[in-house]
Every structure is written in C-alpha cells, then in structure tokens.
C-alpha cells in the first residue's frame, strides 16, 4: 500500500474522497446488512463500487489491489487509511485512522459514510428522525415538546425494562406516533449483551454493557478509552429492551456530550433550550445579561469529513424566540486533544466557517472560557 494527498478544490470532492466514503458507507452498512441488496452481488453496492475505485487507483500506483470485496474488508479497512493510494487533501485522515478497529466500525468509519448522502439516506437512523422531525413539526408547539422529551429518553434512557418501556410508550397518548416510534427505537437485548439472568449497564454513558472475566465491559468507543473502567450496574435481564444500534451510534452517544455541557452551563446561570424549532441546532444557552448563544456539539473523530458536511446555523430575526447572537461549533476536549490540528483542519476545509464570521468552531474547554465573566463562579 501506499499514500498520496493533495489540497482539494473549495467545493470539490476529490475521487479519494468518494473511494473512503463509499468504503466506509459499505462497513456501515454491514454492520446492520439484511442481506444482499442483489442476489448476484454477495456485498453492499457500496463496497462494491468503493473495490473499483480502489483497484485502479492501486494500478495508477502499480500496488498490489485486493483481492476483491472479502480482501477489502477483512484487510485493508483494518490499515490506516493513510497508506491507501488515495489523493485526499491534506488533513482528511489522521496517522492511526481505520475503518475497522478490533473487528468493528471505527469511529472513523462512522464519519466517512455520513459525508456520502445518497447512503446517508438508506441509514435507518435517518430516515427513523426525519420521520419524527416532519411529524413533530406538524404538531406546532406541542410538537416541540414531543420531540425533546423523545430525543432526551434516547440520550438519558437508552435502557429500559418492559414496565419502564411500557410508562414510556403512554407519555404521550395524544400523539399515535409516539408510541410507535418507541416500539421501532428500543429492541430486546441479544445474547451476547447477557450474564445468565443479567445484564449491566455503564454508568458514564448508560449504554449496555458485555459480560468479560471478572465483570463487564462498555463497548463504546469512548469508554474503551478510560485509562480506569467506567463503574457498572447490574440489573435483571428479563424484559429489558435497549435502543437499537443506529439510535445509539448517531443519537445517544452523541447526546451525552450535550447533556454533560448542559450541566456545566447551567450551573453557571444559563438558561438552555434543547433542540429548539425541532431540531434547528442543538442548543439555544440564555445568559442572564441577555446575551444568546446557539450551540451546535459535533462529536466527531475526523475534522476532515466534518468540515465537508458542516451547514451554517439558521437565523431568525431579532425577538424571535429561537433567535441568537452568537454562534459555536463546538467539539468535545477530547476529540481536539487526540488529533493534532483538529480545530485547524476543521477551520480550513469548512465552507461554513469561512462564510459565516458569527459562526466559530471550538472547543468544549474553549467554550467554557467564554462563559461572562460573572458566571464563572456560579
């Protein structure tokens, strides 16, 4: 294998860049594949296409190609993609990217196929809260609501017990889609999740968690990275329903790192809206001297893809409820401290950043630094 990067043309996409994304999107995809989407065709579309892009740009360099779809997968995604024979900008992978790490999507992965949106939407978890967002938009203020309380029980609740699923499900008896979107979101718990009759859930990131020797252990990515174990609850198996994978990768996950920053500002005196005109950005934080900021967290590993997918953040005019003075990007610490440049990169390569000046991308630390001076200490 081998590597090549150029500097990408404002706007363009570069064929590297179309190869990654539709590699990725294959892995993706096989993670919750039903089977083929062609009965002559063993793999996702997606590999497929990304193998045959791959192959010429390998012969171009004269390396070696994979073998076929199989070589790809079980191979090449576990190398770092920087030694793949792509032209991908400066900045687009980082040294230790993979597709796959320990056998499964990478975090990394994840990112690539979401800048890719012919199969962003064939993602389930797409389609499921665009369905939700149309509905509760239909719904008016009441909608709002709707939608808060269902994307917090994601982020704050991502298990349940039969009797806790079924309180859940009859919040809302005024919305006939509420309890149907609880049914598709949460699934029982597999085998592999279960210790006899048990099942433990991860008190930092409320996920379940896998039986290991001696105990249990979070999968996430995040909490594999604790240098000391996140601590775990055990409780009893029978009945308890867990959101389903997609919900969990694109919702959950990422809610805690808003819910976590929800806190901090709090606790200095803000007021904080979640989600505000259904979904418009993350958070709308109201400081006491008037000042209004929106804040939109992106958990992402890679400032690269992100940069490519980053869209302003809507305006609204002034006296709107939903109105802002200031505008973040925000990335959580420790994503800018694990990749060098992060907030270089991201700043480079995004057309948003560089066309809307009230729009700034920083960090969670750097965040917290620019709470008013008499809010600090609150």
Request: glycine residues 8%; positive net charge; hydrophobic residues 35%.
């Amino acid at each position: 294998m081998g590597s090549r990067s150029g500097v990408a043309r404002r706007g363009a996409v570069t064929d590297g860049e179309l190869t990654l994304s539709l590699a990725a999107s294959g892995v993706m995809r096989l993670t919750a594949w039903p089977g083929p989407e062609d009965p002559r065709n063993p793999y996702p579309t997606a590999l497929q296409l990304a193998l045959d892009r791959l192959t010429w740009a390998c012969w171009n360099e004269r390396i070696e190609p994979p073998r076929g779809v199989a070589d790809l997968v079980s191979e090449w995604c576990s190398e770092p993609l920087a030694r793949w024979p792509l032209d991908l900008p400066d900045g687009a992978v980082g040294p230790g990217d993979r597709l796959l790490v320990d056998g499964e999507a990478s975090e990394t992965c994840r990112d690539w196929a979401v800048t890719n949106p012919d199969v962003i939407s064939e993602v389930m978890e797409s389609r499921f809260m665009s369905d939700v967002r149309d509905t509760c938009r239909g719904l008016g203020r009441r909608g709002q609501e709707v939608y808060v309380r269902l994307r917090r029980l994601m982020v704050d609740e991502p298990v349940l017990s039969a009797v806790e699923l079924l309180k859940r499900r009859n919040q809302f008896p005024d919305v006939p889609a509420w309890s149907q979107w609880l049914g598709e979101a949460y699934v029982p718990v597999t085998a592999n999740e279960l210790d006899g009759a048990s099942v433990g859930v991860c008190r930092r990131c409320r996920q379940l968690t896998r039986p290991a020797s001696g105990g249990w252990r979070c999968a996430t990515p995040r909490c594999r990275r604790l240098t000391r174990p996140a601590a775990v609850t055990v409780r009893e198996a029978k009945g308890v329903v867990r959101l389903r994978a997609d919900l969990v990768t694109y919702v959950s996950l990422p809610g805690r790192v808003e819910a976590d920053l929800v806190k901090t500002l709090e606790r200095a005196g803000a007021t904080v809206y979640w989600w505000p005109d259904v979904d418009a950005y993350d958070l709308l934080v109201v400081w006491p001297d008037g000042r209004r900021w929106a804040v939109d967290v992106k958990d992402w590993r890679s400032p690269y893809p992100l940069a490519r997918k980053l869209r302003p953040l809507p305006t609204y005019r002034r006296g709107h409820e939903y109105a802002w003075d200031e505008g973040f990007i925000v990335i959580p610490t420790d994503r800018v401290n694990q990749r060098r440049g992060y907030l270089t990169i991201l700043r480079r390569h995004s057309e948003a950043l560089r066309t809307h000046p009230e729009l700034e991308a920083v960090s969670v630390k750097q965040l917290k630094e620019r709470i008013p001076e008499g809010c600090r200490g609150a």
